[in-house]
């Protein structure tokens, strides 16, 4: 067994067990929850086109679980209205956390809008369902595990956010409805009474992997839209620079069924560019069969999954259509501009995201704002969501207090000096220290002392400037 699948079997054996300590809290059955589809809450309303970006629709509360625990906090799922993928009204959901004690650091208690993995083409792979069904949903799915790091933020005290940002029809790699629908939960949550958001309250955001494209995506809209919403700092981990970089790395690998979510997401948001006249009877069929999958159901579906097995042309890649696709929804040649301080945490062992396509982001970004990268020097791309999300906490701790960033951008000239954030070619340079490891309590630190068996220590990374 390779040494990458050795860590993914055994990160996968951890949130096995950790999900068979989170049995029941009591004797009490637990109410049915029926699964998205047949959640009439899911559905867009008619008529909601005159109502403004934000605007809550309908709202209920729940009690949030945690790996199937009752998360210490206050929940409710507010369904708002907000503009989809193709510029559509439509209507998303957003989860709200809020601690059941009071805020007792200085000023407003922080917001965390908290993108989970939300990796697949069905509303069983959502934030909303992981938390209110818990085990009686489907606990294979990325945001199942990471309730978990949504149970540390509120251990912090700080607010927590869940957008479904891929909208109603799990619309897979849509950057354009991720960004509108994450910045209409902001609105939406703000202007929800009961979780009693304060106007000023420091705004965080974090994501990995394809949330991880969603948070920058977010991030990267122009001013004028974000209206009202600024950003004091972002976390992005796995973060998938080149989309067609990674796919050509699952093709033919032992996760390659990926290619099931990646190309039916992208026939799914850019209806446009007919994806499937590209693909032969057999990708086609993957697709199909795929259609409603998690992650995790396509891998086990079609494992080794090929371009070349599924293609109808000699190079899917190499396709004028596709190009262009993949460069509107690749952080590394998206347009925009990044609006906050970012946290780049990256696994050195991702052979899906390689480092070096990574380190070409920071210095993308290091046009625009401070960046600080950080390494884990185990895991690889699956087993890192785990292993790093904790350890964050305290970046966005200092970003909520006001800390002055950590900036690993080299100075624009030598006059400006070691503290000079940016150089025109957007390159990374500086000192390095240990980036720490977050403390926290109760089920953060169940998954904490499980995940040090496997976790080491996150240390800074010097990144080179533009190649």
């Keep these: 067994m390779s040494q990458r699948r050795g860590m993914a079997m055994r990160v996968l054996a951890v949130a096995a067990v950790l999900a068979g300590i989170a049995g029941p809290a009591s004797g009490q059955e637990s109410p049915v929850v029926p699964p998205p589809e047949q959640d009439p809450f899911y559905d867009v309303p008619e008529g909601i086109e005159p109502l403004a970006p934000g605007t809550v629709i309908d709202a209920r509360e729940i009690q949030p679980l945690v790996l199937g625990l009752p998360m210490p906090a206050n929940g409710w799922q507010?369904?708002?209205?907000?503009?989809?993928?193709?510029?559509?009204?439509?209507?998303?959901?957003?989860?709200?956390?809020?601690?059941?004690?009071?805020?007792?650091?200085?000023?407003?208690?922080?917001?965390?809008v908290f993108n989970a993995a939300e990796a697949g083409l069905g509303l069983k792979c959502t934030a909303s369902y992981a938390l209110r069904a818990g085990l009686q949903g489907y606990p294979g799915s990325g945001p199942f595990v990471e309730t978990t790091a949504m149970a540390a933020a509120i251990e912090r005290g700080w607010t927590v956010i869940a957008p479904d940002f891929q909208g109603p029809r799990s619309e897979y790699l849509g950057m354009e409805g991720y960004a509108t629908g994450i910045l209409d939960a902001i609105r939406a949550a703000r202007a929800f009474g009961p979780a009693a958001i304060d106007a000023g309250a420091p705004v965080g955001m974090l994501g990995y992997s394809i949330s991880s494209s969603a948070a920058l995506a977010a991030a990267t809209v122009p001013a004028a839209d974000a209206a009202g919403i600024t950003f004091v700092g972002v976390v992005a981990g796995g973060t998938i620079p080149d989309w067609d970089e990674t796919i050509r790395l699952f093709s033919g690998d032992t996760f390659g069924g990926a290619l099931a979510i990646i190309l039916g997401g992208l026939d799914r948001s850019f209806p446009n560019v007919d994806v499937r006249q590209l693909l032969n009877d057999d990708g086609n069929a993957a697709l199909d069969a795929s259609a409603s999958d998690c992650l995790g159901d396509a891998v086990l579906q079609h494992p080794g999954a090929s371009l070349d097995a599924w293609s109808a042309v000699p190079d899917f890649l190499a396709e004028p259509a596709v190009r262009k696709l993949l460069d509107e929804v690749s952080p590394l040649t998206r347009p925009g501009t990044m609006s906050a301080?970012?946290?780049?945490?990256?696994?050195?062992?991702?052979?899906?995201?390689?480092?070096?396509?990574?380190?070409?982001?920071a210095a993308r970004y290091c046009r625009d704002v401070p960046v600080q990268i950080a390494v884990s020097q185990v895991g690889e791309h699956f087993a890192n969501a785990l292993i790093a999300h904790l350890t964050t906490f305290d970046w966005l701790a200092d970003r909520f207090a006001g800390v002055a960033p950590p900036n690993e951008c080299a100075p624009t000239s030598p006059a400006d000096g070691p503290d000079?954030?940016?150089d025109a070619e957007g390159g990374v340079s500086g000192g390095r220290s240990e980036l720490p490891a977050s403390g926290g309590g109760g089920a953060a630190t169940i998954l904490g002392v499980a995940l040090g068996l496997l976790a080491g220590s996150l240390r800074r990374h010097e990144v080179p400037g533009t190649r």
Aim: glycine share 6%; proline share 10%.
């Design 78 to 112: 507010v369904r708002y209205r907000t503009v989809d993928q193709h510029g559509d009204p439509s209507a998303f959901i957003a989860t709200i956390l809020t601690p059941l004690t009071e805020w007792a650091g200085e000023g407003p208690r922080p917001v965390l």
């Design 420 to 422: 000079s954030s940016h």
């Design 341 to 361: 301080p970012l946290l780049l945490y990256h696994a050195a062992g991702d052979t899906y995201a390689p480092l070096e396509t990574v380190e070409a982001l």
